[in-house]
């Protein structure tokens, strides 16, 4: 006999020592019907909570791709993380909708940014402004200019 066959030999012994010992603990006529209600209800609660949760981050993920592709005001906040942006506001849009210039509050002192639309809303431009940089003549962060 070799060693392999020993050692498969040994471990199939094993196996079929804990399969006995199994078979042998286990009655099914033992079984109540309370204790068997009670492993069903945590089967279905299981079930139930793990739906739930995949669920809910199939929301979120669809809610992330709708404001990247709809909502261009949360976009801005998406597409610039690292910005830790504050208020925006809107500056200016085109007729199209297409492109968007907001004024941004960051922690280093106010941004332009440009956003663009294809498919979906990107950052086309982002410039620091400086902390006291006036905009264009004639129009504010609330009205956009006038070309």
């Given at each position: 006999m070799t060693n392999q066959y020993k050692r498969t030999h040994w471990i199939e012994g094993r196996i079929y020592g804990i399969l006995e010992r199994l078979k042998n603990?286990?009655?099914v006529h033992h079984?109540?019907?309370r204790k068997f209600s009670h492993t069903v209800a945590w089967a279905v609660g299981v079930s139930v909570a793990i739906v739930i949760g995949v669920a809910g981050l199939g929301r979120a993920a669809h809610n992330f791709?709708?404001?990247l592709i709809n909502k261009p005001d949360v976009a801005i906040y998406l597409l610039?993380?690292?910005e830790k942006l504050g208020k925006t506001t809107l500056i200016k849009a085109n007729k199209e909708d297409t492109v968007r210039d907001y004024l941004a509050e960051t922690p280093h002192g106010p941004m332009l940014v440009e956003l663009k639309k294809t498919d979906k809303w990107?950052?086309?431009l982002t410039e620091q402004l400086h902390?006291?940089?006036a905009l264009p003549e004639g129009s504010t962060a609330e009205t956009p200019p006038r070309h």
């Open positions: 603990t286990f009655h079984l109540t019907s791709q709708a404001a610039l993380p690292d990107y950052v086309a902390e006291g940089a």
